[in-house]
Every structure is written in structure tokens, then in C-alpha cells.
């Protein structure tokens, strides 16, 4: 009470450096809750370490997806591996009252859970060998923003796409899949995925749409898992099975890839979170500084009568740690708000990015560490100061040389740790500003409605399409309607596969985009040579395409592409 009310008889220096401690602690928290939703925090699944994503590698060099034939194939036949997992994400509609939502929808193998070893926080998850068609898995997320934390969700149906599936358990929350940041809201088993939602045709060749997952077993080298995976392949391709000829297997470490990569291109953010933490530790030091000087003969008198240089040493440490917990609580608040900001920054208008941006324990123990820093420093150069002071000039007035130095060094340290910071921000400004400037395939000042949705049951489907882009483009205020499978700068990977020959190349095989001739002028994309498609260009006309320029560079060298 003794060190508050002290403090309190100076309430503009306190406040300035509650504000400066608060302000730093504040912005480094948020700095470092981001960093660590991003690069640090590991996924809540079993033993991360041991997982590995199996993706494929085509002929040309170009990563894609594999298919529930090579799936089976390398769940049957692996011996480094002690188990895979294959996922396929959709986005069927859901039709709950009042609104329609679509969720992501991953359909995956029934061993899912199993293999991370999630369980369920309601009812249970599906298990290898017992999935069962009509049967769906929500998040916790899902419970809690969809269906308002439905304490009797056990048991709801769902009308999901083409069909109606029951809720048999909701996730832990944090649990969104394994693909961080991507939030997958429904899990479906292969069972359901294939039946009654037909998200594929589990032996379609061609539907080339699953991520694979495995469990290496203890000490097997990726180099010898992969070799492995290359021979199953082969197998599977002798067997007239495969998509396209000597495809290989991609063997990634799961850490690596959701933690690694982002970890160093996110580095930036822990380095502004140390640079805010020593600034404000210089702040409260220079802060403490001059106070000790305006107390200088008060000090020497109290040091004359008696009083041991080791309380002084204490009322410096409680003040400087009173100030600096002071400022945590102002920081943490700050943090709160700011974090609350996040998610509109961050992912704007997509709703199947999150990255779980929040306060928790670890963020929480960061600004308890930070606080302590500041303290430590903010404590340790004036009570190093005051320490040393000789009595007799302290009594004659005269200033510390000293503390002169010191806050000198201080403001010093303070104007290169700003400047550096600034340089740096302006830096990332102008970078931002170029990577604003640069034109995307289409016109980005175009106001565009990106309808996203799927058809049920068969019939001809671009003829069902064409007949539904033309109501929509009768509607008023529509100046013109286009489809696409696979919408341009829409994040949508994947895509259907096609085989090319090309005179005097081996058969190569390529995604493709089916879209209605439309397109190209509904979105604004630019046609570098030649020109788009035309109503004419019909089943019964002449078969066209339209390649971008690193095919024609590739493939089409010296030759006029357009023709």
C-alpha cells in the first residue's frame, strides 16, 4: 500500500508509464496471438510428429491429389505406414430454418477420428470398419453458430445436399480438421460420402479429389516411406488403375507443413512483438530515471538517517513491478479488442478461414512474460543508479552524471529500435502497395456475385446450368451471368483431368475448367491471343480450347497458339 500510495503522489509520470507498458504489452500480445494461431500453436491430434501428407506428383512435375483407388491401394499395401486417412472436402447446401448455410463438408475415410485420435465431446465419432451411411459429424463450431448449441443435437437431422443426415457427435472445440486454418464444419464417413451425398464414385479412376494423411511407424525414413508409396504406385498403374501414368508420391511432414513454413514467413510478427516490449522497457526505465532524479536529495537524506540501500533496492522493485502489472491489465484489455478485430482483417468476407486467433494460456503466459521484462528492466538501470550514488553530492543538489548517461544510452537505444521499426513498416506499406498494383487475370474493379452450389441427381447438367444462368440474368440489376466449375481467384483446387497428345510429346495429362462462353467477359479476363469462346462452339461444332501462356510457352514454342 505504501508503494501505491508513493505512486499516486505522482500521477502524470505513473500514468505515462502505465500507458507505455500498457500500449506495448497490449499490441505485442495481439502480435504474438496471431503468430502463434499461425506458425507456433501444434493441431490437436495424436502425436503430430509421426503424420505425413501423401499427395501425388504428375508426369509434368505439377502436384496434385490422389483417388480412393490409390487410397485403398496404400492402406492395403504399406508396410512403413501403420495406417492412412483419405478426406474429400465439398460445399453441399444446408437448409436449416430461416437460412441456408454452406458448410464445408469433408467426406472421409471411417478410420478419420482414429488416426488423429480425436473423440467426440458429444455422443461419439465414427470409427474404422463401423461407419455408417446417413450419419454426420459437427463441430463444435458448427453446434454453436448454426443450430445455437442445440443441447438435444444428438439425433437432428440435417438436410445436407441431395440428402438427410443424422448428428451422431459433436467435436472438442479447436478441431476443424487437419488442414490449419481451413474450418471444415461437417465430417461425413466414406459410407455417407459415397451414398447417400455422392460427393464421388469410390472407383471412378479419374476422381483424382482426396488428401491422404499416414502414420509412419517409429524410425521409418520418409526417403524409404516414399519409395514405397512410388512402388505401390507403379503397381496400381500395371493394374490399369491409375489416373495417369507415372504419377509419384509427394511424402510431406505434417508439422512442417502446417507449422514450418508459415513459421518464417510470419517471423516478422514476433520480431514487432519483442520490439514493442523493449521500447516500453526503455520507457519505463527512462520514466523511473527521472524520477529518481527529482528525488535525489530526498534519497540521500533517507540513505543519511540510516535507511540500508537494500529497501531502496525493494521499493524500486515493487514500484517498477506495480507499474508494469498495471500495465498488463491495461495491455490485456487492449489485446482482447484488438484480437476481436482479427478476424475481419485477416480473413474478411471468407468464413472458411480460421485460424482460431484468440487469448488463451499461451498468450496470456507471452504478456506475463512481457510484463516482466519490462519490470525487470524498467527497474534494474534506475535502482542500479540510485545504488552507486555517492551521499554528498546527492545532499548538495547536484545532478547524477550517471543517470545522464544512462537515459542518453536509453534514448538512444529507443530512437534506432523506432527507427528500425518504421523503416520496416514503411518497407511492408510500399511492398503491399506494389502487390495491390499488380493485375490478376481478371478485372478486379468488376462487382462480382459469386453463386457456389451443386446439382442433384443427372440430366444434362450444362444444359440445366445455361437454363439457370438465364433466369439469374433476367433479374434486375444483373448485367450478365457466366459458370464455371472452378470460379477464377476463388481458392478452389483441384479440378477434373483430362489427357492431351501433343505431336511429338508424350500423352501428358492436365486439370481443366469447363466454363460457358460468358466467362471471359463477365469477369473482365484478359485473352492474350485469339479469342473466347462463342455460343457456337456447341458439341456438334469443332472442338476449341483455350490454354494459358505457360502451356503455349511449354508446349507451343514457335507456333501461333491461337488455331
Sequence with gaps: MQTLRFLLRKPGVTLLAVASAGLAIGFSTAAFSVLDAYSLRELPVRDPRSLAWINSIGREGRPGQLSWIEFQAFASRSHLFTGFLAQDRQAPRVRLPGRDDFPITSGVSDNFFDLLGIRAAVGDVFHAGRGADGTVVITDHYWKSALAADPAVLGRTLPIGPAVLRVVG????????????LLVDLFVPQQAAFGALRFSVADDIRATDFELLGRLRPGAPPAQARAELNAILRQVEAEGRAPAPERKAAVEDFTERSLGAKLSSNAVLLAVAVLLVLIAAGNLANLRLVDNESQRRETAIRLALGAGRGDLARRHA???????????????????????????????????????????????????????????????????????????????????????????????????????????????????????????????????????????????????????????????????????????????????????????????SFYYNQVSPEYFSVTGARILSGRAFQPSDGPAATPVVMVNAAFARRFLAGREAAG
Excluded at 459433436?170 to 486454418?181: E, H, K, W
Design 170 to 181: 459433436v467435436l472438442p472445440p479447436g478441431f476443424t480438421g487437419p488442414n490449419r486454418g
Design 318 to 508: 515493487a514500484e517498477s513491478l506495480l507499474l508494469a502489472g498495471a500495465g498488463l491489465a491495461t495491455g490485456v484489455i487492449l489485446a482482447a479488442w484488438l484480437i476481436r478485430l482479427a478476424p475481419a482483417l485477416f480473413y474478411g468476407s471468407r468464413p472458411y478461414i480460421d485460424f482460431g486467433i484468440h487469448l488463451d494460456w499461451r498468450t496470456l503466459a507471452f504478456s506475463g512474460a512481457a510484463m516482466l521484462v519490462v519490470a525487470a528492466l524498467g527497474a534494474w538501470i534506475p535502482m542500479a543508479d540510485a545504488w552507486k550514488r555517492s551521499l554528498q553530492p546527492a545532499l548538495a543538489g547536484g545532478r547524477s552524471t550517471r543517470a545522464s548517461h544512462w537515459m542518453g544510452a536509453l534514448i538512444i537505444a529507443q530512437m534506432a529500435l523506432v527507427t528500425g521499426g518504421a523503416c520496416s513498416a514503411g518497407l511492408l506499406l510500399r511492398s503491399l502497395d506494389k502487390l495491390a498494383a499488380i493485375r490478376p487475370a481478371m478485372d478486379p474493379d468488376r462487382s462480382l456475385l459469386l453463386v457456389h452450389g451443386f446439382w442433384s441427381g443427372g440430366g444434362n447438367l450444362a444444359s440445366r446450368t445455361t437454363s439457370l444462368a438465364a433466369r439469374i440474368a433476367a433479374v434486375a440489376g444483373v448485367d450478365g451471368v457466366a459458370w464455371a466449375r472452378r470460379a477464377m481467384l476463388s481458392g478452389s483446387g483441384g479440378g477434373a483431368i483430362v489427357d492431351v497428345e501433343i505431336p511429338n510429346q508424350p500423352k501428358v
